[in-house]
């Protein structure tokens, strides 16, 4: 859209450079020799209507709610619906986090954020040698249905909707939770939430794989096809960038890898008979706001924006709901960001985290809580969490508009800018041949890898800030009694007495036949007529644990071995 008055901006602004900016800089210069977003783009002192000139309102921007859904996936966002509000939970036993769920479902929490420990994440059971001291220490220790059952029990699935932290053991998870949901006689069909189920950044980001790639996505489409078949308004995978930003990627990587890899779900899904058009509605994604509060917002609009290109341009989706990118806004990465000094600092970091999201029009927001970056977060921490995302809801009144940041001409600016950027990286996979073979390459590990050097190198000679770590760190003992929850060692000791007490108690016949028809049906090609999702959802109703599926599972699959 042409700007009427161009030159006269133009002139104008040439003499405020000389008029007013180059007397302040003579005499007090900038405080920084550049300023740049944390992906490096460099950012100037002003922008004005001549640095979005050049973008078309209609084709770029358009109405919220239509498409390319810059602006947002619904007409009226937070004026019809608040935000869901979704704290990353689970810990311990299932009977402590049951109790924590009823907790925070009578506190005002409108989505449960469900966390598997790193034993049930790597397909091992409580009581293997290999799980020793991480038993219920980041997640809930979850090793079959009985598991499922306590953490579910009292909790209407109809009415709560609830995301799994499942990635390499998704496809056992979602079986757990679908007979779940039968045994307490809801209707499936009125369930909702997410899995995880993003298999892909695993081999790149956070290594929390089991098998090789090929039999991973062979899983992974299987959970696709079995959500179309039974729990249709479940999400059967959300791409997510979190781990691949703790792993040192820019907010330009992060969007880029997060988006290939969720183009490659969407091109497995449609090889199993899965058109974009029905895939694309349930298309949820889970995103981290970091430290850079504008290029957070950005990031995600341009996300939407290129996602729903891809969707309709490469995809041929027709609906336009199936181009809509829809979002969870989780605070990360807490490696990077949250720090051990002065913990109530984080509130104000987490808090402003929230607002990146909300400001960017997320569909459900989560923060962190000041206890995690010490562990498990305590029952006061995420309270405090939750309360300032409803604040942000209640007090801010911005939720009264929809994308109240939009015509900003740095935000637009800055929009178009991680688009670009965004696309030069989508490209570069393109011509590797697609993301599993950027992945196999090592291109996307090498690309993480250089980032996360930089990052490191700008903290070391401060031209990043992070208060506590490289400005105004407090002294130790400042900090050290901070209370926060601490795993009993004697729960998880419990946890594995009880497990094998269950074990023995089991028809060792009836487990031994359906562990059997999964090895049959791993063995053959797949297809959907080879869907695993059924033997391994009969194991499961045979009291099968995590490590006993995955077990058999590796006999006919193999592990992933790092090159």
């Known amino acids: 859209m042409a700007l009427k008055n161009a030159s006269e901006i133009k002139k104008k602004e040439k003499k405020w450079q000389v008029e007013n900016l180059r007397k302040q800089l003579l005499m007090m210069g900038e405080r920084k020799e550049k300023f740049e977003t944390d992906s490096g783009i460099p950012v100037k002192s002003l922008y004005t209507p001549l640095d979005v000139a050049e973008s078309n309102y209609l084709t770029s921007l358009g109405f919220p709610g239509e498409f390319p859904f810059t602006r947002g996936v619904d007409p009226n966002m937070y004026r019809s619906q608040i935000y869901r509000m979704a704290q990353f939970t689970g810990f311990a036993t299932p009977a402590e986090t049951n109790q924590l769920y009823r907790r925070l479902l009578a506190q005002g929490m409108t989505s449960l954020y469900m966390a598997c420990d790193l034993p049930c994440q790597l397909g091992y059971d409580s009581d293997d040698p290999r799980a020793e001291g991480e038993v219920g220490k980041c997640g809930v220790a979850i090793n079959s249905l009985l598991d499922m059952e306590t953490i579910l029990d009292g909790i209407d699935l109809n009415k709560t909707r609830i995301t799994i932290v499942a990635n390499a053991n998704a496809a056992v998870i979602l079986a757990m939770l679908d007979v779940v949901a039968e045994r307490q006689g809801v209707d499936k069909t009125r369930i909702t939430g997410f899995l995880q189920n993003d298999v892909l950044k695993e081999f790149f980001a956070r290594n929390t794989y089991i098998f090789p790639i090929d039999p991973s996505l062979r899983l992974h489409s299987d959970t696709i096809v079995f959500c179309q078949e039974n729990l249709p308004n479940f999400h059967p995978f959300n791409p ?92 990360g990465a807490v490696g990077l960001n949250l720090r051990r000094s002065l913990p109530e600092a984080n509130i104000v970091r987490c808090t402003l985290a929230g607002f990146a999201g909300v400001l960017s029009g997320a569909q459900s927001v989560g923060t962190r809580t000041m206890d995690e970056a010490y562990g498990i977060p305590s029952a006061k921490a995420s309270l405090i969490s939750l309360r300032a995302l409803q604040i942000i809801a209640e007090e801010t009144g911005v939720t009264h508009t929809v994308d109240p940041l939009a015509g900003s001409y740095f935000v637009e600016w800055l929009t178009d800018e991680v688009e670009k950027r965004i696309n030069q990286y989508l490209a570069k996979i393109d011509d590797l041949g697609g993301m599993v073979s950027a992945i196999k390459k090592g291109y996307v590990q090498n690309e993480i890898a250089q980032s996360a050097f930089a990052y490191e190198m700008d903290l070391e000679e401060k031209r990043k800030i992070i208060l506590g770590m490289n400005l105004h760190i407090e002294p130790l003992e400042e900090y050290e009694e901070h209370a926060y929850y601490q795993l009993d060692p004697a729960l998880q000791q419990d946890q594995i007495r009880k497990l094998k007490e269950f074990k023995s108690r089991r028809d060792s016949a009836k487990l031994a036949a359906s562990l059997a028809a999964i090895r049959e049906t791993a063995a053959k090609p797949e297809g959907n007529e080879n869907n695993l999702m059924g033997p391994i959802k009969e194991a499961v109703k045979s009291y099968a644990t995590i490590g006993e599926i995955f077990r058999t599972l590796k006999e006919v699959f193999g592990e992933h071995q790092q090159g």
């Open 240 to 331: 997510i960038s979190y781990q691949i930003r703790e792993a040192g990627a820019n907010a330009v990587q992060e969007a880029a890898f997060t988006l290939a890899n969720a183009a490659t779900y969407v091109e497995n899904a449609a090889k199993r008979g899965i058109p974009a058009d029905d895939l694309g509605p349930l298309f949820f994604t889970i995103i981290v706001n970091h430290r850079d509060f504008f290029e957070e917002i950005a990031k995600i609009r341009a996300m939407r924006r290129i996602w729903a290109r891809l969707m309709k341009e490469k995809f041929g989706a027709e609906k336009e709901e199936a181009c809509a990118l829809r979002f969870h806004a989780s605070q």
